[in-house]
């Protein structure tokens, strides 16, 4: 199990083994389309303090392969094989985020993301291969939703995005009402006409952070270049 944790922020790292030992199945990891060194990939990059925003997805990708541990990233052998080509709701949502920065994403595996201090988890961070919501009652949303409870102890608020019903009626049962919670539907193909294609999350998650006094979130990838901080002024005249 410790290979599985390397280097896992110490915030989560106490949580995660608190409940793999007894309450998540070893069924959902031994038939996991998600690596196992990726399983808990989105709790590699900050730690309780530095979390700004929390995307909450549902399942990790079922097709083997595409799962990256990040909630909608693609892994870079999915983009090597495709070259970024999908039509799953990644699609929908590069689509959205490109509209929302005004320029083209850089990064498909969306740890740029995560870099800049967005969590993005599944409420089930397994699945089995082409088999969607297999793994759920396997344990992991306990795990996920006592992360969601952490997360919601804070007294600095953390800015909560949830794709679907059931993200938003997970983050409703776990954190408090203090923090912001911005919904969408889901952006699978089935579902992204009904509102999330045009639904400006992107900018709605960025003008709310400079609202708490945050720094906003480079969509694209390209964190570095400050395109961001346009945000910063459109705050200023809302």
Not at 2 to 9: A, E, F, R, T
Not at 28 to 39: F, K, M, Q, T
Request: with cysteine; proline share 6%.
């Amino acid at each position: 199990m410790s290979d599985w944790l390397d280097g896992v922020h110490p915030t989560w790292r106490r949580l995660i083994k608190l409940y793999l030992n007894g309450v998540v199945a070893s069924t959902a990891v031994e038939e996991s389309v998600v690596p196992v060194d990726r399983i808990f990939h989105a709790y590699r990059f900050h730690g309780l303090i530095n979390t700004k925003v929390v995307i909450l997805g549902q399942d990790p990708y079922p097709r083997p392969g595409k799962a990256n541990g990040l909630s909608f990233g693609l892994s870079d052998q999915w983009i090597a094989d495709t070259g970024g080509a999908d039509t799953s709701s990644f699609h929908n949502i590069r689509a959205e985020a490109e509209r929302c920065m005004g320029d083209g994403m850089q990064d498909l595996t969306l740890e740029s993301w995560a870099e800049q201090g967005v969590l993005m988890t599944n409420t089930r961070l397994t699945v089995a291969p082409n088999k969607p919501m297999s793994h759920a009652g396997m344990g992991w949303e306990p795990l996920v939703g006592a992360v969601l409870e952490t997360l919601g102890a804070r007294k600095t608020p953390v800015v909560f995005v949830a794709f679907g019903k059931e993200a938003l009626k997970f983050i409703r049962k776990h954190v408090p009402g203090y923090h912001p919670v911005i919904h969408t539907p889901h952006p699978c193909k089935y579902s992204a006409k009904r509102g999330f294609i045009g639904s400006d999350v992107f900018t709605q998650i960025n003008d709310k952070l400079c609202e708490l006094g945050e720094d906003p979130i480079d969509w694209t990838g390209d964190y570095r270049s400050g395109r961001a901080n346009r945000f910063r002024k459109r705050a200023g005249n809302l």
